[in-house]
């Protein structure tokens, strides 16, 4: 079984531009989330998606949405890149999210310059 | 903000020895999952404890959940270098809908 899958490996983008994010998760699996980690602030839940609903979102700005498809993969987007969006932005799946595993993909490395 | 407190941040060991990292968190869980981290890559999923369980078991790895003292260890045996990376631990709370609140990790290191 495929795990899952992120795409593109590695970002490098501009101060003021966008970037979107795609997240293939494991075959069956609904739940998608997405988190990012930095150096300071370590791991942080970003948002949550369960049969392409939003079910849960967490402290960061409106700059950043996401949205999830009928076949569960899902994509991210960051509007108006800043320095400080520079990251390593994870995606796990989850065939029952509230109590099952989630696997994690391998992530994509955006840098902003 | 990070739910779960790590200890210790660091941890260095020689290989065949045992490796022991614990978790503290502070809001009532279903289930506690710990996570390997090698060089920024990743996380690779080691373990999955139920609030109703107390202890598991997965090859070398021997996970304890303590819900009383909302704490959890992770038990390493006779460690290889191919251990070296950073483990997390991460907590699922009821209605969190696949949130999944993180530590801030140990990092640890085998040396051969």
């Known amino acids: 079984k495929a795990g899952v899958t992120q795409t593109p490996r590695y970002l490098i983008k501009t101060r003021g531009q966008q970037v979107t994010l795609s997240c293939s998760p494991i075959s069956g699996h609904r739940s998608v989330s997405w988190y990012q980690q930095t150096p300071g602030q370590g791991l942080q839940f970003l948002f949550e998606?369960?049969?392409?609903?939003?079910?849960n979102k967490g402290n960061f700005p409106g700059r950043f949405s996401g949205r999830q498809f009928s076949n569960s993969r899902s994509e991210m987007n960051v509007s108006t890149l800043e320095l400080g969006d520079s990251a390593l932005y994870l995606c796990?799946?989850?065939?029952?999210?509230?109590?099952?595993?989630?696997?994690f993909g391998q992530g994509t490395r955006l840098t902003v310059v | 903000s990070q739910q779960g407190e790590e200890d210790p941040q660091a941890l260095s060991i020689q290989e065949g020895e045992n490796a022991t990292m614990n978790c503290s968190y502070k809001?009532?869980?279903?289930?506690l999952q710990w996570y390997r981290q090698n060089s920024g890559r990743g996380l690779v999923h080691l373990i999955l404890?139920?609030?109703?369980?107390r202890e598991k078991h997965s090859g070398r790895l021997r996970v304890t959940l303590d819900t009383s003292k909302k704490s959890s260890s992770l038990l390493i045996t006779a460690s290889r270098a191919a251990d070296t990376a950073s483990y997390f631990c991460?907590?699922?709370?009821?209605?969190?809908?696949?949130?999944?609140?993180f530590g801030q990790g140990t990092i640890l290191t085998v040396h051969p």
């Open positions: 998606y369960f049969s392409e609903t939003q079910r």
């Open positions: 404890i139920r609030s109703n369980e």
């Open positions: 796990a799946s989850s065939w029952d999210p509230g109590g099952t595993e989630a696997f």
């Open positions: 809001t009532s869980i279903n289930n």
């Open positions: 991460a907590t699922g709370s009821g209605g969190s809908y696949g949130k999944l609140t």
